[in-house]
């Protein structure tokens, strides 16, 4: 008597969905082939079958995590999304910030955030320099709170507004001392001997 059971199939979105779920719970350099596997309840093979290695398989997963940070079309919202997704995943948070130094997509999401920037009014009158300037400063500073947030365990709703407050802040004193900056460099162009 044949089995009549129909025969599991596991597409691509569907191993990236499995092996995002374990990135966020150990992060991308602990997560496996194996425990992808595990977790679909397969063997190996569906999911070498789909990427070739695990280097690949991490390369969609950060893709993946990378344009669902970036779908706002807000700068400001952009990156209190992705401060969120930090302080709720810090594991894999720091393991995109390494991933991105060796990605070939990385070019391509630091062009789409400068467009971003680009189209901020508070933002405006601040060419592409000084926008890339900007955008590492507050990046650093969102690395450091997701980095301080580790040893705040287990206080994640309570550290969660405070932070974002912290970000929202932070970010217009940045603004206000690149405009500070930019005019001090202006007048001083301007004074003549």
Do not use: W
Not at 168 to 181: C, D, H, M, P, S
């Amino acid at each position: 008597e044949e089995n009549d059971m129909p025969k599991k199939v596991f597409d691509q979105e569907c191993i990236l969905e499995n092996a995002l779920f374990i990135a966020k719970e150990v992060g991308l350099e602990k997560m496996s082939m194996r425990s992808v596997a595990k977790r679909m309840q397969c063997s190996v093979t569906p999911i070498y079958d789909a990427f070739e290695s695990k280097e690949d398989l991490i390369e969609a997963v950060y893709s993946k995590v990378i344009k669902e940070n970036n779908s706002s079309n807000d700068y400001f919202i952009r990156n209190k999304e992705v401060l969120l997704y930090g302080l709720k995943h810090p594991q894999l948070y720091r393991d995109i910030r390494r991933q991105s130094a060796k990605s070939q997509q990385t070019n391509l999401y630091y062009d789409e955030v400068i467009q971003l920037m680009r189209n901020q009014e508070s933002l405006s009158g601040f060419n592409d320099n000084e926008l890339e300037s900007l955008n590492f400063d507050i990046l650093i500073y969102m690395n450091g709170l997701v980095e301080r947030s580790i040893t705040e365990t287990g206080r994640f709703e309570n550290i969660q507004q405070t932070f974002v407050t912290y970000l929202e802040q932070v970010t217009e004193l940045f603004i206000l001392g690149y405009r500070t900056a930019k005019k001090m460099e202006e007048d001083t162009s301007t004074i003549q001997f």
